[in-house]
Nanobody, 124 residues
Framework: QVQLVESGGGLVQAGGSLRLSCADS????????MGWFRQAPGKEREFVAA????????SYANSVKGRFTISRDNAKNTVHLQMNSLKPEDTAVYYC?????????????????WGQGTQVTVSS
């Protein structure tokens, strides 16, 4: 059973940076496609970024492209989301998700396992 734990959230001023991490407390994540999603109050959960387990190929939502970078370290069983040039509209709870499929997806229902989320708040 994959058990994901996110960390690294917090309060930051606009223009600042945060680095989120996601780790699996049990099994390896090397054979999972990994994704980051976020959910702001009153809004649906939305895709942020994903990285494949073959070739570590990344995809991003247009709203974060050029500012966020997803990466994975299979040796350390972790996935990261580096967030730069943060904006107030990036404020949300950020969730890590795992998909036992080599194909990336932007759809929440394609992911099998989810973390508990970590709050990111960007002040203006």
């Amino acid at each position: 059973q994959v058990q994901l734990v996110e960390s690294g959230g917090g309060l930051v001023q606009a223009g600042g940076s945060l680095r989120l991490s996601c780790a699996d407390s049990g099994r390896t994540l090397s054979s999972y496609t990994m994704g980051w999603f976020r959910q702001a109050p009153g809004k649906e959960r939305e895709f942020v970024a994903a990285i494949s387990w073959i070739g570590s190929i990344a995809s991003y939502a247009n709203s974060v492209k050029g500012r966020f970078t997803i990466s994975r370290d299979n040796a350390k069983n972790t996935v990261h989301l580096q967030m730069n040039s943060l904006k107030p509209e990036d404020t949300a709870v950020y969730y890590c998700a795992a998909r036992r499929d080599y194909r990336k997806s932007v759809n929440t229902h394609d992911y099998d396992n989810w973390g508990q989320g970590t709050q990111v708040t960007v002040s203006s």
